[in-house]
């Protein structure tokens, strides 16, 4: 398996919902990654884990909560969001390059999250 | 902190013409720069990437070039198609052990028929 999995791809949810988006892959990546991405921008870092650890938080507000249950998967739960969370979220993984210390990234798919 | 420009934000070409687009970064310590494609509503794609141990590197009509000195580097897409149309991100990373990738702000990129 070559590819990151995303679930669900799309999402409706309303400000007082709780709902939860899923990360899945199976290359043996050790590095994965939340992503937010608005229309025409770049996509923006919120969480990095590795090795099944948070080694970074952007900052993020905590009605966003990450969680790696373990090195296939991640996931994002969301609480009590705003309007303004509306947007693509992408997760990533990478494998690391002892040789040269760089790390290749691949997206998955991403979910279109809607906030009503 | 490490900072990208990417330029230009749009660009057009007629198709069978070569596109450039240009990335500026800040932290000398980068050492690994990818470039992604995003087609409308899809993932970004990693296209292309380059080490900091390497001048230039290509692949098919595909090309990216680092000039270290200068800290910027450079996506040149010849003989492009309908196809090649999509936004294009370059990103800067350093090995600190951070995983951390720096993008650039995109480029549209529209190759007219």
């Known amino acids: ?116 | 902190g490490e900072n990208v420009e990417q330029h230009p934000s749009t660009l057009s070409v007629q198709e069978g013409d070569s596109a450039v687009i240009k990335c500026t970064y800040s932290d000398s310590a980068s050492n690994y720069f990818p470039w992604y494609k995003q087609e409308l509503g899809k993932r970004p794609q990693l296209i292309i990437d380059i080490r900091s141990n390497v001048g230039e590197k290509k692949d098919q009509r595909i090309a990216v070039t680092l000039n270290k000195t200068a800290k910027h580097f450079s996506l040149h897409i010849t003989e492009t198609q309908p196809e090649d149309s999509a936004v294009y991100f370059c990103a800067a990373s350093i090995n600190s052990g951070t995983y951390k990738y720096i993008f650039g702000t995109g480029t549209r990129l529209k190759v007219l028929a």
Request: aromatic residues 12%; glycine residues 6%; contains cysteine.
């Open chain 1, 1 to 116: 398996d070559t590819e990151v999995t995303q679930t669900p791809k799309h999402l409706v949810m309303g400000m007082t919902n709780k709902k939860s988006l899923k990360c899945e892959q199976h290359m043996g990546h050790r590095a994965m990654y939340w992503y937010k991405q608005k229309a025409k921008k770049p996509p923006e870092l919120m969480f990095v884990y590795s090795y099944e650890k948070l080694s970074i938080n952007e900052s993020v507000p905590s009605r966003f909560s990450p969680e790696c249950p373990n090195s296939s998967l991640l996931n994002l739960h969301l609480h009590a969001l705003q309007p303004e969370d509306s947007a693509l979220y992408l997760c990533a993984s990478s494998v690391y390059y002892s040789g040269t210390g760089t790390y290749e990234q691949y997206f998955g798919p991403g979910t279109r999250l809607t906030v009503t």
